[in-house]
């Protein structure tokens, strides 16, 4: 049986897919967390093969914190609470052992360090 711990991340972290700069506390606190994950994936790995420790980025959701940009989020992108989670579940359900150490996005795509 499988062991999942999921991290709630975000894309903003991701030093590779950083093009707007700005939200240096926020960009660098995830940066920081999937760096935590990756550490951990190899940690809890050696003593447990069957865990699974990924970041998760939920995507645009409706919320004070996206606020200040749902002008800019491309329509049917800016998800309800319940949406995200729904996606995220499904990137949950789907996960495989390889998976760990990794972040995911809502749509379940790898997003890259």
Not at 46 to 71: C, D, E, Y
Not at 85 to 98: A, I, M, P
């Amino acid at each position: 049986n499988k062991s999942i711990f999921a991290f709630m991340s975000a894309r903003v972290g991701s030093i590779s897919d950083n093009k707007l700069g700005g939200w240096y506390a926020y960009r660098s606190s995830k940066a920081a967390l999937n760096m935590m994950i990756k550490n951990l994936s190899i940690e809890v790995g050696r003593k447990n093969k069957n865990a699974i420790l990924v970041g998760l980025h939920p995507g645009t959701v409706n919320s004070n914190l996206s606020k200040p940009f749902q002008s800019n989020v491309p329509e049917k992108k800016l998800f309800s609470p319940d949406e995200s989670v729904n996606y995220l579940l499904k990137v949950l359900f789907n996960l495989r052992s390889e998976d760990t150490g990794k972040v995911f996005a809502w749509d379940g795509k790898e997003i890259q360090p």
